[in-house]
T-cell receptor, first 115, second 112 residues
Framework: DTGVSQDPRHKITKRGQNVTFRCDPISEHNRLYWYRQTLGQGPEFLTY????????KSRLLSDRFSAERPKGSFSTLEIQRTEQGDSAMYLC?????????????FGQGTRLTVV | SQKIEQNSEALNIQEGKTATLTCNYT??????LQWYRQDPGRGPVFLLLIRENEKEKRKERLKVTFDTTLKQSLFHITASQPADSATYLC???????????FGKGTRLSVIA
């Protein structure tokens, strides 16, 4: 399977713990995005990378969230000191920048439950 | 304030009919508009992209229109089938290759 891969698919954690998620994009894609989605809402942008450079972070993203894409390939999203409000589906998407806009390819997501 | 509104949370139609979903936006000027399908527990899947200078785009049973004056896109599924039942999301791309801004989605149910 050569699509976007996310790991783990599900994560249950206690409030205050740190969690880290991984995303492996489609190999030739240079853009990688992280979104968060809660029930009944559309995906909400968190941050994105072009190759290894982080180009933008949402103003909604607190300092407890950090993302990396160390060699321009896979990416990790870490949430420190998790709160119940962090419970959501975390989606990763990748795309290939080109003239005329580009569709995003999404992974299956990591569902986080903070108890 | 900036808003994206999709016509209703849920839409039920009979098999064989045409489903029409609406996406309206306020205080955005997207260069591109995209539609995605999302099944429960899965990530969104890309369906169609339309540019601001295009009025209409078709792909098999799908048709999208984009009216930048009305700030509206319509998404049509003709000859709908129960397998088309899913949530459909519209997404705005402001300048091309920029992070997408999504609506809440419309949950479509096609009844046999």
């Amino acid at each position: 399977d050569t699509g976007v891969s996310q790991d783990p698919r599900h994560k249950i954690t206690k409030r205050g713990q740190n969690v880290t998620f991984r995303c492996d994009p489609i190999s030739e894609h240079n853009r990688l995005y992280w979104y968060r989605q809660t029930l009944g809402q559309g995906p909400e942008f968190l941050t994105y990378f072009q190759n290894e450079a982080q180009l933008e972070k949402s103003r909604l993203l607190s300092d407890r969230f950090s993302a990396e894409r160390p060699k321009g390939s896979f990416s990790t999203l870490e949430i420190q000191r998790t709160e119940q409000g962090d419970s959501a589906m975390y989606l990763c998407a990748s795309s290939l920048v080109r003239t005329g806009g580009a569709e995003a390819f999404f992974g299956q997501g990591t569902r986080l439950t903070v108890v | 304030s900036q808003k994206i509104e999709q016509n209703s949370e849920a839409l039920n139609i009979q098999e064989g009919k045409t489903a029409t979903l609406t996406c309206n936006y306020t205080n955005y000027s997207p260069a591109y508009l995209q539609w995605y399908r999302q099944d429960p527990g899965r990530g969104p899947v890309f369906l169609l992209l339309i540019r601001e200078n295009e009025k209409e785009k078709r792909k098999e049973r799908l048709k999208v229109t984009f009216d930048t004056t009305l700030k509206q896109s319509l998404f049509h599924i003709t000859a709908s089938q129960p397998a088309d039942s899913a949530t459909y999301l519209c997404a705005l791309d402001m300048r091309g290759n920029t992070p997408l801004v999504f609506g809440k989605g419309t949950r479509l149910s096609v009844i046999a």
